[in-house]
């Protein structure tokens, strides 16, 4: 099944999963609506797309704002016509220990991580349920399936939206489709908003070790896509072969 001109709303779309999946689906002919805190960033993206014969959008989005949510999603139709999926991606990772008692970034991370897929979802839905159809794709993380030291509140949020989405696939219905995507480690900017230094070593030597391309979650999110409407892609897994 083609992505061709289908709509397409992406959080978190200024780098790493985000700016992949916006290029890859642009590339296959979907209409992307792209939404970061990053305007320059956005725009860079939008030109970079657009050069090559692709159409995209963005508008600044706050993903801790639920009105921003709203707003990305009535800008998406009002470009579109319509919109045929939403990919919250939207994520940040200031991990640390329980005992670094950092816990702005406990707060930081329910706030992007989880209230944000919430907004997302609670503004897609209703353009989804008159169009009788849509797709919600979350963005996860391995680190909700295997738990480690420093991460207890990144793979508590992240754990949170894999619960929200699959009590969501359950009530959808035949006509909206729902999948959750988990990266392992991937070579994006993760590490830029960690703020405990022995947290940020850590991942730093990880990410140099064995991390992956964004763009395998990309091609992930894309085949979920490209399945015929009838058939739900759940849950996909992507992470590096050498990762534990």
């Known amino acids: 099944m083609s992505i ?34 990053n305007e320059q960033a956005l725009q860079a993206l939008v030109d970079e797309i657009t050069a090559t014969g692709g159409k995209a959008v963005f508008k600044r989005t706050d993903v801790r704002h639920r009105s921003d949510l709203e707003e990305l999603v009535a800008f998406a139709v009002a470009r579109g016509g319509r919109l045929d999926v939403i990919v919250n991606n939207a994520g940040v990772g200031p991990i640390s220990r329980f005992d670094a008692l950092r816990v702005d970034d406990w707060d930081a991370m329910i706030d992007v991580n ?54 969501l696939r359950q009530e959808a219905g035949p006509n909206l489709r729902v999948t ?49 409407p009838e058939v739900d892609v759940g849950s996909v897994v992507i992470r590096p072969t050498a990762q534990g």
């Open 180 to 228: 959750e995507v988990s990266p392992g480690i991937i070579a994006t900017h993760f590490g830029d908003t960690i703020t405990d230094p022995p947290a940020k070593k850590m991942i730093e030597q990880q990410l140099g070790g064995i991390a992956i391309s964004p763009d395998a979650i990309a091609r992930g999110i894309l085949y979920a896509l490209e399945q015929p």
């Open 114 to 167: 989880f209230r944000g897929t919430l907004y997302g979802i609670a503004a897609a839905l209703p353009v989804f349920g008159r169009q009788q159809s849509g797709h919600v794709v979350n963005v996860v993380s391995t680190a909700g399936l295997q738990m480690l030291p420093t991460m207890g509140v990144y793979a508590a949020t992240k754990n949170a939206v894999r619960t929200a989405t699959e009590v």
């Open 4 to 37: 061709e001109g289908k709509v397409v709303a992406i959080t978190g779309a200024s780098s790493g999963i985000g700016r992949a999946t916006a290029k890859l689906l642009a590339e296959q002919g979907a209409f992307v609506a792209l939404g970061a805190r």
